[in-house]
């Protein structure tokens, strides 16, 4: 095996459970994706369907118990999963870099932003307190922050919230990693610095050429920053494929469904009927089932259906592309711009919040 | 900067708190009938003389005669210019009691509060981070266990298990032995223990209810992403912000047993300390020392309320120095 | 979770109190004027037309007096049981609810088993228990169960075996060094501690209530200057300075009680005013001034309710401290040395420790228990009724 075909990150059969009071909680069920250097994945989904739960076990930051993660996440050809902690702590934050949701919440708030910014560096590098400053002021004057280096010593509750979030890129990124992992970085943010930060990201990652793993449930972000998309629903793989086929002609109904909730699309933005499957007790067959309105009794028995290839590089997972199946149940009616009835005009959806 | 006027308006403060106290205290002494002026009248009546001129006598030999905003100028001047007068029962000067006395409670005050602040915090993290062990309920029953003990109870039990039945400590207090010792080490183990006991009990129940929320923050996170260890994670991300509350509950657990009970805990050790100098003042009837010593306290209070707002904002970086 | 759960039941109660309130409270109040109209005409009695030394009930002919400490102590009771008990009969629902997340914290139960033991011991124990008497001949029983060398005591009340003096059922926690019996004291002493408690709290709770509530309506200035009182309040050495007005002053049990609660409200202001500044930002209290309602109505109805919770928990955390200040003072001996009080008993038997150490024991621990017992119960009020002020509390 050569490293040059090998992907920076390639994820296979990732599950990931947790033990709780009433039983055991599927988060992520067996779910496989990579990332080459240099592109930019996003893992659709709604909140809940096990998307973060998924990205934070990559590197084994979810609490392990009553965590339990199994599966196999090679990352420039290294099993980190089998990595004894110690070795996986010296890729968090150094190779692998996170930026996370709230940016309020993700920064200690008894810290200068500085203070933050260089820990991964005292922790990995050996740099003096200059350097390690340099650094960072450097960064933050890169990810736009004004008077960087006055701002250096400045505490996380004298930026604002879009600020703060460069902030925190800026703190992923000191350890020059080599895979970027945003989970939903915008979505605390309104929607002009939202458009800013992806754009932020967008430059970044052609600077420093990373690999960007997104993650979001809007796909109005999707559709500016991503390369490939992998679309996940209560734990599973549903669609994935390249983000132009993907968005001209989404194979599986869940995500024609998402899809037709953007407004670009002609949707109302009304949200799909129904709540995500109880994770404690997953229905048989295909998870989308009992929201779906194509579903037929195949759907509902055996496992999740295994991926077919609908096109080059867009493979599915739906009874109706499978043997036997008929596409044309799901394509014929088509998914196109004004076909907004199936996404409900009255039903608001509970699930999408 | 902020922070400068900040403690200087704090400072200001405190002068104007303990002014308020002194007042208080000089009109609680104004408004008693004075044992000396009674005591000379009784005398001078059981002598055969005139009451009333003795009483005069006496008056004017202690500037009574004079007008009450003239004493309580005077009184003030003498209190801030440490003019604090003469102890009759010790034959010294009230602050140069003070000062001997001093000396002996700091040696245990000193211990006492260092591991109080050491130990304190760390245990509540550690039972935070184990929330629910064993070892959790058994620091929760400790905490409980010297929050709830009379000082002065548990202080004689000891004494009476260790001094008197086993003889590992001496039953009296050697004043003899040098401060770094050894046997000036084992004559305050136990008052330390004691009054350890007594203060650490509140100071392991905030910081463990306050860092076990910190433990789930998302700065946590954040942390292990960066690969932080979990050992640093704990010493400077929950460590840090649990400070903030618990500066408070430390300083202010500190101050009441530092103004109750160790004043018991002297008494009980027979350390020549500060709260016994106040105790044998008050059975002496020695007023000028009665008062020293409690102005002394109030001054520590004043002092340490200071303090405590102080270390509070400083270590809230949340907090600006306007707003307070 | 359970917290969600939990406040919003607690937001249904204290409506519902606030309510049959409104329909109840002249139930309430006309049986607390009632049973204090007696109480206030015997006290008129007591101080009007009997001497210093005239037991109060003599007229029934029973030899008993009391002090104002107990015309106090009874109308502390009156209000607790027409204001605290009987409203949490009125109210079923809020009761079972309220009891069903107390008994889960176990210590909590045993506490106010202990608690409710020292209550009535302190109440019904001085009724029907004589005063302790000074029997020298008896003097240093040892308790029931154990024994001492027969020397110790002057003559044994029990058996003498192997040249050990056995102690007996007569004196089950044995005698002091005057022979007076140690359980009788400690039972005299449970009144003591059930005044202290009582009392102290009544006061601080009128006082701090009053003042937070007038703080946070006056705002402005008046507020500023009133918080600033508070804070001087706060950082007031109140043992040093009672040692001060007991040197100066003497004093007893009236004495103190009345100068550690007059120092010890601040806290509780300080809560109030910042509780009602919140609440009278809130919805219902507008709309409830706009429908007419007076200040005074606002305060009882919406304010007093919201903050009775926290407060109960307030005072409950600080009678822990009243007990351990008199127990010290007590033990110092410079307090008045008439009452009856377990620090009294515990100084008594300091010096006979090494050979009867059941005198300082005995009452060393019941003082203990209660004050542990007092903690434990105010932490499970804590979580109980407002668990999210768990962290401001402590």
Known sequence: MTSDDQPLLEVEDLTTTFSTDDGTLTAVDGIDFDVETGETVCIVGESGSGKTVATESITKIIKTPPGHIEGTVRYKGRDLLSLPESELRQIRGNEIAHIFQNPQEAMNHCYTVGWQITEALQIHRDVSDEEARAKAVDLMDRVGIANASSRFDDYPHEFSGGQKQRVMIAMALVGDPDLLIADEPTTALDVTVQAQILRLLDDLQDEFDMGVLFVTHDLGVVAEIADRIVVMYAGKVMERGDVLDIFDRPAHPYTQQLLECLPEFGGTGGGIPGTLPDPHDPPDGCRFAPRCEYAEEACRTGEQPEEVEVAPDQQVSCVHYGPG??????????????????GGDSEVGPADD | MGFGRYVTARV??????????????????????????????????????????ATERVRELRGLDQPLYVRYFDFIRGVYTLDWGWSESRSQPVLEAVGSALYYTAQYSIPWTILTIILGPLVGVYSAANMYSWKDHAATGFAFFGYAIPNFFFGIILLLVFG???????????????VFSVENAVQLTIPVFVLVTGSIGAVMRVSRNESAEFQNADFMKTAKAKGVSPLRAYAYHVMRPTLVPLSTTLVGQLLALFLGSSLLVEVVFAIPGLGRLTYKALIAQDTNLVLGTTLFFTFVAVVGNLLEDIVFTVLDPRISYDDR | MATKKSEEF???????????????????????LVTTLPLVLLAVYDWQFLGERTPTFQFVGVDRGLESVDFFFIFTLLLAFWFLVLP????????????????????????LVWLGVVFVGGIVGPIVMDPPQQELLIAYQPPVFTSVVDTTPATCVGEVMNGRCYGTWEHPLG????????????????????????????????????????????????DEIMMRFVDIILSFPTFLMFLLILYIYGGGLGMFIVVFSLFAWGGTARYVRSKSLSISEEEFIKSSRISGASTYHVIRGHVVPNVASSIITQLTLLIPGFLLFEAQLAFLGIGDSTVPSW???????????????WIVLAPGIVLFLTILAFNFLGDALLDALNPEAEAENT
């Not at chain 2, 403060?13 to 009938?33: H, M, N, R, Y």
């Not at chain 3, 606030?18 to 139930?27: A, E, N, P, V, Y």
């Not at chain 3, 009788?184 to 009128?206: D, E, L, N, R």
């Open chain 3, 10 to 32: 607690d937001q249904v109660d204290w409506n519902e109190i606030s309510r049959s309130g409104r329909f109840d409270l002249s139930i309430n109040s006309i049986g607390m």
């Open chain 3, 88 to 111: 949490l009969y009125q109210n079923p629902r809020m009761t079972r609810y309220y009891w069903k997340e107390f008994k889960q914290n176990r210590p909590a139960v045993v506490s």
């Open chain 3, 343 to 357: 620090g009294q008993l515990i100084s008594a038997g300091r010096s006979d420790l090494s050979f009867a150490p």
């Open chain 3, 175 to 222: 005698t002091t060094n005057a022979g007076k019996d140690v359980f009788t004291m400690i039972v005299y002493g449970m009144t003591i501690s059930m005044q202290i408690a009582f009392i102290t709290t009544t006061i601080v709770a009128t006082i701090g209530i009053s003042f937070g509530t007038l703080s946070a309506y006056a705002g402005g200035w008046v």
């Open chain 2, 12 to 53: 200001l403060w405190a002068g104007v708190v303990s002014l308020v106290i002194t007042t208080i205290t000089f009109l609680l002494l104004s408004a008693a009938p004075n044992p000396d002026v009674q005591q000379a009248a009784t005398q001078a009546a059981l002598q055969g003389g005139n009451p009333a001129e």
């Open chain 1, 325 to 342: 199946g008929n596409p044309s149940i799901v394509r014929s009616e088509g998914h196109g711009p004004g076909d907004g009835a199936t």
């Open chain 2, 164 to 178: 008197v039945w086993l003889q590992f400590i001496p039953v009296t207090y050697n004043t003899d032995v040098a």
